[in-house]
């Protein structure tokens, strides 16, 4: 189940950060990575709060890569 849905909503949540600077982007990409990994912790019977932690970073970093760098 993790491969199937957790990680692919995942992906796709941070993908959707917002903002048009690499701070903005990572706050935005960590929020919404943390709020999808405490809910995939939780459906998968883990630990919400280490999927939060591991969330927020795939989050932020992702929100950070994928900011355009002028």
Avoid: E, Q, S
């Avoid at 796709?12 to 809910?39: E, F, M, N, S, Y």
């Avoid at 019977?45 to 927020?56: C, E, I, K, Q």
């Avoid at 970073?57 to 355009?68: L, N």
């Amino acid at each position: 189940m993790l491969m199937r849905v957790i990680l692919p909503t995942l992906l796709l949540a941070t993908l959707a950060g917002c903002g048009d600077d690499p701070g903005t982007r990572a706050l935005t990409g960590a929020g919404i990575g943390a709020g999808a990994g405490a809910a995939g912790g939780a459906l998968i019977g883990g630990n919400p709060a280490a999927g939060a932690v591991l969330g927020g970073a795939a989050g932020a970093a992702t929100g950070y890569a994928t900011t355009p760098h002028n």
